[in-house]
T-cell receptor, first 117, second 114 residues
């Protein structure tokens, strides 16, 4: 079974530029997550989709970050304009449909390492 | 709000020695607990999880963790580590209430020395 795919693996940009990350979840996984992992910290949830609808974007800096999952499969995360403090690894994860019972395992992609100069 | 604390940022240990990585959580409701491992240049992989039932859970590669509700802890242990266990380990939790975000600790870098 193929895992969560992400691209690019690495990206270097200058501040105020824009950047986009792509994620392809595991086939059949209805729920998709984007996390930000700053060096020395644990991942922090930015946004959660269930199919193509947003479940939780409470920690997404909406003035500069946006995300979409138009057909309920692939997703893109965009930053415009980027700031120095956006330097981090951006992780995508997916899981089966989230219900009110015990949570399903989240499977993570390899991440995109963003450096903002 | 849910929080997870990993008390040690770095743990060096010699090969074949035992190791314990500590994790404490804060939650006023029932909680589900996880340990993830991150090898260099790889994504996070689930190591083990506690959802319900037996408080002692085990992984296929010899790690185990025990859910202790009274101490709000979920420490990870292995009786004898290998060089290949060198990685960063993250403890994480989901509360069973309405806010079902996976909240991570800050991670513990385990380095196994020859």
């Amino acid at each position: 079974e193929a895992g969560v795919a992400q691209s690019p693996r690495y990206k270097i940009i200058e501040k105020r530029q824009s950047v986009a990350f792509w994620c392809n979840p595991i086939s059949g996984h209805a729920t998709l997550y984007w996390y930000q992992q700053i060096l020395g910290q644990g991942p922090k949830l930015l946004i959660q989709f269930q199919n193509n609808g947003v479940v939780d974007d409470s920690q997404l800096p909406k003035d500069r970050f946006s995300a979409e999952r138009l057909k309920g499969v692939d997703s893109t995360l965009k930053i415009q304009p980027a700031k120095l403090e956006d330097s981090a690894v951006y992780l995508c994860a997916s899981s089966l449909l989230v219900t009110s019972g015990a949570p399903d395992t989240q499977y993570f992609g390899p991440g995109t390492r963003l450096t903002v100069l | 709000a849910q929080s997870v604390t990993q008390l040690d940022s770095q743990v060096p240990v010699f090969e074949e020695a035992p190791v314990e990585l500590r994790c404490n959580y804060s939650s006023s409701v029932s909680v589900y607990l996880f340990w993830y491992v991150q090898y260099p240049n790889q994504g996070l992989q689930l190591l083990l999880k506690y959802l319900s039932g037996s408080t002692l859970v085990k992984s296929i590669n010899g790690f185990e963790a025990e859910f202790n509700k009274s101490q709000t802890s979920f420490h990870l242990r292995k009786p004898s580590v290998h060089i290949s266990d060198t990685a960063e380990y993250f403890c994480a939790a989901i509360s069973s209430g309405s806010a079902r975000q996976l909240t991570f600790g800050s991670g513990t870098q385990l380095t196994v020395l020859p």
